[in-house]
């Protein structure tokens, strides 16, 4: 009997360690599997999910993460931290074909080359501020020229350059990038050591939500926005052209030859510049030769002054592509929003999926306060002061009709 015991014992202790040793192995093809380490799931909840990988390394040897986030309806975007650039997001057409339809490029080498603001997040301020100065209680400051005479997006090294802290994460029905970034005093010329959170929230009812905070230790000016370029044809090799657009403005801002707006308001009605009643953007750009304001803008790339009031959500903008019947409408709490046609796209970029990108291969809508105001008494401020923080909100909702 004793010994029957104690072959049993041992047979049994036998065959834990087989079982052990089998699941050290699962163990380590799971830890060490090199899918697991291109694309790990980092959140998953209800329909949604986030999962990480690596995009590339910059020149200066950074490490760039790619997020890619989905909803339960199929809608997925992907997101680098550098420049936190929406580098692609597919939605459905109206025959339920998911394409892409933000430009980007394919490498981080690209980015770093030379891309025109694709996708990126732009700071510390959108647009230009005229001859790069401005002055702030008597004190003057120098910025970056970085376009011509002006200060365009940020300057030389703006935040659409530079590497965001992300942080995923999952709610019920949505999933959220919390990017956040400290831009220290004297970045770009600007006062004040600047602390950013960006935050892309993925629900599913198709809508993308942009939250912009930011709080400063001195006195300082900020106007952050969004630069991504839409082609709602999916195909990059088409122009915009037959988009349907509609701009929730009564009037926009006339611009000298540098794109700096002259101080006046102009109203829409009567001019190319009337999107109050949806039309193609064709249908405006082809008076580029008559209309001066269009020809120093080589098409559109004004700003718009959005019919509401100070900081209340509204509707912006909407696009609508027919043929594909995909609609996007765009709502802000914002006071403008620069409606760019893709006017300096000359086909030298490389489109993702092959070709190139030609002029008004994309638009944009970059939801915004109006480009310098540091230096015109009369727009809306973009004054932060310590103790303040600044709040934004730009949601972009995504349908077929
Ligand atoms: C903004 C500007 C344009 C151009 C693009 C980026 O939309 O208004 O003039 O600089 O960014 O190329």
Redesign the pocket.
């Known amino acids: 009997m004793k010994t029957k015991y104690r072959i049993l014992r041992l047979l049994s202790l036998f065959l834990i360690g087989i079982i052990v040793k089998c699941k050290n192995v699962e163990n380590k093809k799971g830890e060490y599997n090199s899918d697991m380490k291109e694309r790990e799931l980092v959140e998953s909840r209800g329909g949604v999910e986030i999962k990480k990988s690596d995009f590339g390394k910059t020149s200066d040897g950074k490490i760039v993460e790619k997020y890619s986030v989905s909803n339960a309806s199929g809608l997925e975007m992907n997101v680098i931290n550098y420049g936190g650039i929406i580098t692609s997001l597919k939605i459905p057409d109206k025959n339920g074909k998911y394409e892409d339809v933000v430009l980007g490029l394919d490498n981080i080498k690209d980015y770093e080359d030379g891309s025109?603001?694709f996708g990126a997040i732009i700071g510390r301020y959108g647009?230009r501020i005229a001859n790069a100065k401005f002055s702030l209680d008597g004190k003057d400051y120098k910025l970056d020229a970085n376009?011509g005479p002006n200060s365009?997006?940020g300057g030389k090294k703006g935040f659409d350059k530079v590497i965001w802290n992300v942080e995923p994460n999952s709610g019920e029905n949505e999933a959220s990038l919390k990017l956040s970034y400290m831009s220290p005093d004297g970045e770009g010329g600007f006062p004040g050591n600047l602390q950013i959170t960006v935050t892309y929230t993925l629900n599913s009812n198709n809508e993308l939500y942009v939250n912009y905070e930011a709080t400063t230790d001195e006195k300082t000016v900020i106007n952050l926005t969004q630069?991504t370029y839409f082609n709602l044809t999916g195909d990059f090799s088409k122009k915009v052209l037959d988009h349907i657009v509609e701009i929730n403005a009564d009037s926009f801002l006339p611009v000298n030859k540098t794109?700096i707006p002259t101080g006046k308001l102009k109203p829409v009605a009567g001019t190319p510049f009337d999107f109050t009643e949806p039309k193609t953007i064709s249908k405006g750009i082809t008076q580029e030769n008559s209309n001066e304001q269009l020809n120093i803008g080589g098409g559109f790339?004004h700003s718009w002054i959005l019919n509401k009031e100070n900081k209340e959500v509204a509707f912006a903008a909407s696009a609508y592509e027919p043929e594909s019947g995909r609609f996007m409408e765009v709502y802000t709490s914002e006071p403008a929003i620069?409606f760019?046609t893709g006017n300096?796209l000359d086909g030298s970029l490389p489109a993702k999926g092959g070709g190139e990108y030609e002029k008004r291969s994309g638009f944009?809508m970059?939801t915004q306060h109006y480009p310098d105001s540091p230096n015109q008494e009369n727009f809306p401020s973009t004054i932060l002061k310590p103790g303040e923080t600044y709040t934004s909100e730009t949601s972009y909702k995504f349908s077929v009709k």
């Open positions: 025109p603001y647009n376009n365009l997006h630069h794109l790339d620069q760019y300096f944009c970059e």
